[in-house]
């Protein structure tokens, strides 16, 4: 078990690492007002788990799926949390995946103008990624993560248990978050290619506490996508989230690492990417998703790029990987970017 301190202007948030911290940090919530939020999936499995921790709590659940993250059900929950008569210094303790850690996250800052915020991740991606960093959002009108707010949360409990009754798949979608981290720091790139074993518990646990601190230190020196830093953790997500939005067949893992790919190629085209290190990050992704997709229709999924919140102009901003460790944030047209994912997909046919 170890601990990473997150510490920013405002707020201090302390990430608990490892096997064992949900039993040894979650207990102590028991006796304070808490308002647990999770979804149907988790909720099937872990209520008894909730019972026995904190007996009979007061929550919402709502079901499990990226459609639930809407301004409606963060309505339910805010009344939910009015009607159960919580107070301004309760707990919300968000237990489930990334979906969960946003919505709960985005109630937490707006019940009584801010309550106390626990994160409980229990998917691999929320355990990496979503749960640090105090970033929590609703999706709105067909666009991601539109509405939302900067919330730390007080505490991060990650705790490997909840990862053995995660489906493979969204195993593989937390993988695809740990090689976006690999794509920004060389030490996780070494020890991704240098593992016999992507899935082993083990090293799942080493390589999540070193993406976090990765994340944490960022965090640190850019809470709010200011200046330039943060916007790194977002590699591969333009073309991950326009993917996501207009095909919607797959989870945001897959997306990002999916979206990776095909910026991978861009940066490559554009001549920005060693090539000796893409191929590096292609093996990476491929051992994750053997298969990279072609798509129908890619330049209506295009558009959805226009959209995105790192864009400040008519142009798609992109995190391109530049070299190990290293990567840059390009600006291209529509209809160039188009062009490229145009390309990139008939290759992905071609080879099929
Ligand atoms: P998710 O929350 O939808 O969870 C994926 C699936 O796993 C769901 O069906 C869920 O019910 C199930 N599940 C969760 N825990 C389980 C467990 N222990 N055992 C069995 N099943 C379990 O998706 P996700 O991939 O965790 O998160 C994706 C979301 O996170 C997206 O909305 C994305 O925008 C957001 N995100 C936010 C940030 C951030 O910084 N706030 C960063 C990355 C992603
Ligand atoms: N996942 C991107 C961020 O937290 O900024």
Known sequence: MKDILLKTALAESIIHCGVGTFEKFAQKFADKQIFVVTDSNVYAIYNSLLINTFGNYKGYVIPAGEESKNPENLLKILK???ESGMRR???VIALGGGVVGDIAGLAASLYM?????VQIPTTLLAQVDSSVGGKTAVDMNGVK???GAFYQPEEVIVDPLFLKTLPDRE????LGEIVKYAA???DILDKLLNTENLFSFNFLEDITYDCIAHKAEVVKKDEHDLNGLRKTLNLGHTTGHALELYYGLKSHGEFVLIGMFYELYIAQTLGLCDSEYAEKLKKLISGVIPEIPSFENISKAAEYALHDKKNDDEKISLIVPKAEGKCIEIKICLSEYTKYLLSCSENLRGQK
């Open 184 to 186: 920004l720091n060389k």
């Open 89 to 91: 210094n309760c707990y």
């Open 80 to 82: 939910a949390m009015l």
């Open 171 to 174: 195993l593989r979608c937390g």
């Open 113 to 117: 103008r801010g309550t106390n915020l």
């Open 145 to 147: 993560n539109v509405i």
